[in-house]
């Protein structure tokens, strides 16, 4: 059976895009193109969907009061929210492992979450799915474009799968590119979303950054020592050590 969805945009030209471009995929079926949280509504109660484009803003009623209703359902299907807004909305997105398309369309953005959409059906992860949803909305994202506040969970995604992580589990963080590794007891994970952009998220009380590609649990600090070379490294409670670089220094320093 193919993909069944639904496009929930007020402006006609941005439906017709999607449209138009998802026809590359003879295997998604389109049940309904949308011009309002009402329409969709009707559209959900007369069809059984597994994707749902949903635009941000719109008028009468925001996506978001929507996918407030959506994340109820016990297998909610998977929402791609469409926005024009960036850096914030992104920050949000990601956190809680759900996908976004920003405005303009781009044709390699959406190829890729045509993947990540069939990694996750395949895997029967809507439940998975609908709790990360959940939390996204709970944490109070209210239709303003701004990032959640300080998330207890964050929501990992790899290959048609979500794990939820708890914030007070975190150890220590340390960047990989585009990724970072969230440090736990025994174990590390693999999330898609800059060291920059978690900061932003985490409680300054909770979290201090170290280096430019390392952030410590206040908690897990134990001992800063200089090396050999003159560069500093700090060991924390679980035994991990982390380079300390100059610029964060005086701050750790205060922590401590």
Avoid at 212 to 218: C, E, M
Avoid at 227 to 253: H, P, Q
Wanted: glycine share 6%; proline share 3%.
């Amino acid at each position: 059976m193919g993909v069944r969805y639904l496009i929930v945009d007020d402006e006609a030209p941005s439906r017709a895009n999607l449209r138009l471009a998802l026809a590359a995929h003879p295997e998604w079926l389109l049940l309904a193109e949308c011009d309002s949280a009402a329409a969709a509504r009707r559209a959900l109660a007369d069809h059984e969907v597994d994707v749902i484009f949903l635009d941000i803003q719109m008028p009468t009623e925001s996506g978001l009061v929507l996918a407030r209703e959506i994340s109820r359902l016990r297998v909610p299907p998977l929402i791609v929210f469409a926005t024009a807004y960036s850096e914030h909305a992104v920050d949000a997105f990601e956190v809680h492992a759900l996908d976004y398309l920003l405005k303009p369309l781009s044709d390699a953005r959406l190829a890729q979450t045509v993947e990540r959409i069939g990694a996750m059906l395949g895997q029967r992860q809507r439940e998975a799915y609908g709790a990360a949803l959940r939390d996204y909305v709970d944490a109070g994202a209210g239709g303003t474009g701004q990032a959640v506040e300080r998330p207890a969970r964050i929501n990992v995604r790899s290959v048609g799968r979500i794990e939820q992580i708890r914030v007070d589990d975190i150890l220590w963080i340390e960047s990989a590119g585009n990724y970072v590794e969230l440090h736990l007891e025994g174990r590390a994970v693999l999330h898609r979303i800059t060291l920059n952009r978690l900061e932003a998220l985490l409680a300054p009380d909770d979290f201090l950054r170290v280096h430019r590609s390392a952030i410590a649990r206040r908690s897990q600090i134990a001992r800063l020592e200089t090396v050999g070379d003159g560069s500093y490294r700090l060991t924390l409670r679980c035994g991990a050590a982390v380079a300390v670089s100059e610029r964060y220094l005086g701050a750790l320093k205060s922590a401590m």
